[in-house]
């Protein structure tokens, strides 16, 4: 019983970042590609045949493989991604959240964002053979 059910949450997790990736292909505001990672990711877990679909879609499937193989994150997501932090950050600050949490989130956040410009961009000859 708890196989079933645990493969059920997986496929749920599946379908949910599914959507809202496809949801953020016209929406500007809303990245596609951490939430397809988080779909092909999920759906290997409980859902192999989903995943294959994913990773052979001729649109969804390279930035899937280039992450998996590489670590690649393409400047656009990289962008996006810094640019919603910064304003994460910055409303946070006019927010009644406790004091704390308004100094570690934009420090978490800072941290993120490193290790996000760290990696690489695109695949090259050098991390070809990591």
Known sequence: MWHITKQMLWRLLAVISLI?????????????????LLSAWSAGKG????????????????????????????RRAKYLASGMMTLSA???????APVLLKLLLPLLLLLVACWLWRRPEQITQDNKHD
Request: hydrophobic share 55%; charged share 5%; no cysteine.
């Open 20 to 36: 809202l990736g496809g949801i953020g292909i016209p929406l500007p505001g809303l990245p596609t590609v951490p939430f397809i």
């Open 47 to 74: 859902w192999p045949a989903l995943e294959q679909w994913l990773l052979a879609h001729s649109r969804l499937g390279p930035p899937v493989l280039a992450w998996r193989a590489h670590g690649v994150v393409p």
């Open 90 to 96: 910055v409303l946070i600050q006019f927010s009644a």
